[in-house]
T-cell receptor, first 113, second 111 residues
Framework: NAGVTQTPKFQVLKTGQSMTLQCAQD?????MYWYRQDPGMGLRLIYY???????DKGEVPNGYNVSRLNKREFSLRLESAAPSQTSVYFC????????????FGEGSRLTVL | SQQGEEDPQALSIQEGENATMNCSYK?????LQWYRQNSGRGLVHLIL?????REKHSGRLRVTLDTSKKSSSLLITASRAADTASYFC???????????FGSGTRLSIRP
């Protein structure tokens, strides 16, 4: 049982390049989330998907797009990467609507030069 | 700014002592959760307290919630070296879907 799997784990981009971070969960969870964590900081919510077919903006959505491909997969796309997007990105999922804890992936470290 | 702000930002205590960290938030919540993060890895859920609860225990963890003050505290009793980590509160809004994290407390346990 893998839980939440993120790919890639590490990526280096040049300014202006695009890339997609992939996230998949095998727990049949309804809700999925993308967060970013800058050094020494807390997590900031980028986008979330409360259920398959819906996506909503979080605290810091600018410069990102998401796709809830199906119930298992939630991808995060950077169309034109900027150095300010250098961060560690975490995907998480949650099973129940009213309560329930988040289950996190191990993170994707992105560096934009 | 983030929904949750934590205090203190960093805490260093002797092994065996108790550690208390606090979280304040701004808007109404469905529930509040506490997570632990070791060395930049993914966060691990510790405990959840609903908005109609005032106190909850889980092993060496005790969480309180004061919705009138919009604040919560996490107490770790009889600390161990393995408790060294960053601790984050997370507030779950009334929609029960949007989950916002606080800035975190870095806890160091001295042997």
């Amino acid at each position: 049982n893998a839980g939440v799997t993120q790919t890639p784990k590490f990526q280096v981009l040049k300014t202006g390049q695009s890339m997609t971070l992939q996230c998949a969960q095998d727990m049949n969870h309804n809700s999925m989330y993308w967060y970013r964590q800058d050094p020494g900081m807390g997590l900031r919510l980028i986008y979330y998907s409360a259920s398959e077919g819906t996506t909503d903006k979080g605290e810091v959505p600018n410069g990102y797009n998401v796709s809830r491909l199906n119930k298992r997969e939630f991808s995060l796309r950077l169309e034109s990467a900027a150095p300010s997007q250098t961060s560690v990105y975490f995907c998480a999922s949650k099973g129940t609507v009213n309560t329930g804890e988040l289950f996190f992936g191990e993170g994707s470290r992105l560096t934009v030069l | 700014s983030q929904q949750g702000e934590e205090d203190p930002q960093a805490l260093s205590i002797q092994e065996g002592e108790n550690a208390t960290m606090n979280c304040s938030y701004k808007t109404s919540i469905n529930n509040l959760q506490w997570y632990r993060q070791n060395s930049g890895r993914g966060l691990v859920h510790l405990i959840l307290i609903r908005s109609n609860e005032r106190e909850k225990h889980s092993g060496r963890l005790r969480v309180t919630l004061d919705t009138s003050k919009k604040s919560s505290s996490l107490l770790i009793t009889a600390s161990r070296a393995a408790d060294t980590a960053s601790y984050f509160c997370a507030t779950v809004g009334s929609s029960a879907s949007k989950i916002i994290f606080g800035s975190g407390t870095r806890l160091s346990i001295r042997p």
